[in-house]
């Protein structure tokens, strides 16, 4: 039995896709440039700022911390503005509910403090975490496992009794890069097969399959 859950927020919680997407091409149509929509969510979990980079280098443009950190806080107000169109992902509300007083629960996103803030009060989950982690409180991005090891740490739990639920590639590397277990949901951008490659211990379709999850967390099934 793991004593500890840690929950990624975008894509695995919450369907944020198309706010996500939005956000980012406003901010970077601010600069004159554009982006592609595939580019964005296919870097939805390593956060705002390593995106803008990449943004930024593959337009051949300075990267500057000044302009990426204009270009994060014009994403944010975007953002938070769309927090309406923000939705749990059937099964979210009911999954927290089953784990809550039975394990310890964390938010662990590389989203930025302000936005996930807003969201989680605005969709009324904020009471379910004993530790939210931000991009605000790491250095380094997912597949790095800081944010999931700095949960653990505030957790008072070990990596090895703590699992992970994620939807992105980054997000299940970081969880094993940081020796605990994972389960990967399919509510993201990321195909079975991609999931699969980064070895997490779980896959499931959706929060709905909460016996699977739930079987996972509180049995003795085996890390991979």
């Known amino acids: 039995m793991f004593k500890a859950v840690i929950f990624d927020w975008d894509g695995t919680l919450a369907d944020t896709r198309e ?3 939005e956000s980012f091409r406003k901010a970077v149509n601010e600069t004159g440039l554009s982006v592609s929509r595939e580019f964005v969510e296919r870097r939805i ?4 700022e390593e ?22 806080e014009s994403k944010n107000r975007v953002e938070i503005a769309l927090g309406d169109k923000v939705v749990l992902f059937d099964g979210a509300l009911d999954l927290l509910k089953s784990l ?13 403090r302000e936005v996930i803030d807003h969201l989680i009060k605005l969709k009324e989950v904020e009471s379910f975490f004993d530790v939210v982690l931000t991009a605000n409180e790491v250095q380094h991005s997912k597949p790095n496992p ?9 957790l008072s739990v070990a990596p090895k009794e703590s699992v992970v639920v994620e939807d992105s590639i ?9 020796r ?11 195909a079975q097969s991609e999931l699969k490659r980064a070895k997490p211990d779980v896959v499931v379709n959706s929060l709905l399959a909460k016996s699977e999850i739930l079987n996972f967390v509180f049995g003795q099934q085996s890390l991979k």
């Not at 605990?180 to 990321?190: K, Q, S």
């Open 100 to 112: 809550r007083g039975k394990v310890k629960l964390a938010l662990a996103s590389m989203n930025s």
């Open 51 to 72: 995106t803008f980079r990449e943004i930024l280098r593959a337009s051949n443009l300075e990267v500057t911390d000044a302009l990426v950190k204009r270009l994060i």
């Open 19 to 21: 706010v996500i997407v």
């Open 180 to 190: 605990m277990g994972c389960i990967a949901v399919l509510t993201g951008v990321y």
């Open 146 to 154: 800081e944010i999931f090891l700095k949960a653990v740490s505030k």
């Open 170 to 178: 980054f997000g299940v590397q970081a969880a094993k890069a940081g």
């Open 45 to 48: 979990g390593i956060g705002a």
